[in-house]
Nanobody, 121 residues
Framework: QVHLVESGGDLVQPGGSLRLSCAASGRILSIRAMGWYRQGPGNERELVARFSGGGSTMYGDSVKGRFTISRDNAKNTAYLQMNSLKPEDTAVYYC???????????????WGQGTQVTVSS
C-alpha cells in the first residue's frame, strides 16, 4: 500500500506565502510522476503543478510565476512553494503520484487526503 501525506496548509493573508509538502511512503519501487492539484469551493479539481514522467514540470496557468514545485527523490517527497497568494487560491490541495510497487505491476495513481489552504484577510 502507498500513502501520500500532505502538510503545510494554513490560513494566510493575500500576498503571503506557504510551502506545502507531500511525503510518499509504503511499498514504493518507483515514482514516475508527482504533483499537486486543487479543488476550490464549487470548482472541479485542477492541475496546480506537476513533475511529469519525462522529468519536465507543468503548471496551471493561474499559478505560473507564483508557485514552484520541487522534489527530494531520496525522500519521495514533493514540495509546493506558493508565493503572492490570492483569495482565489483558496482550495483543498491534493498530492498525486504515479507509483509502481513491484517490477511486474503497472504504475497506479495515488492521492493524498488533501490539505486546506485559505487565503483571506
Amino acid at each position: 500500500q502507498v500513502h501520500l501525506v500532505e502538510s503545510g496548509g494554513d490560513l494566510v493573508q493575500p500576498g503571503g506565502s506557504l510551502r506545502l509538502s507531500c511525503a510518499a511512503s509504503g511499498r514504493i519501487l518507483s515514482i514516475r510522476a508527482m504533483g499537486w492539484y486543487r479543488q476550490g469551493p464549487g470548482n472541479e479539481r485542477e492541475l496546480v503543478a506537476r513533475f511529469s514522467g519525462g522529468g519536465s514540470t507543468m503548471y496551471g496557468d493561474s499559478v505560473k510565476g507564483r508557485f514552484t514545485i520541487s522534489r527530494d527523490n531520496a525522500k519521495n517527497t514533493a514540495y509546493l512553494q506558493m508565493n503572492s497568494l490570492k483569495p482565489e487560491d483558496t482550495a483543498v490541495y491534493y498530492c498525486n503520484a504515479e507509483v509502481q510497487i513491484t517490477a511486474w505491476t503497472n504504475y497506479n495513481d495515488y492521492w493524498g487526503q488533501g490539505t486546506q489552504v485559505t487565503v483571506s484577510s
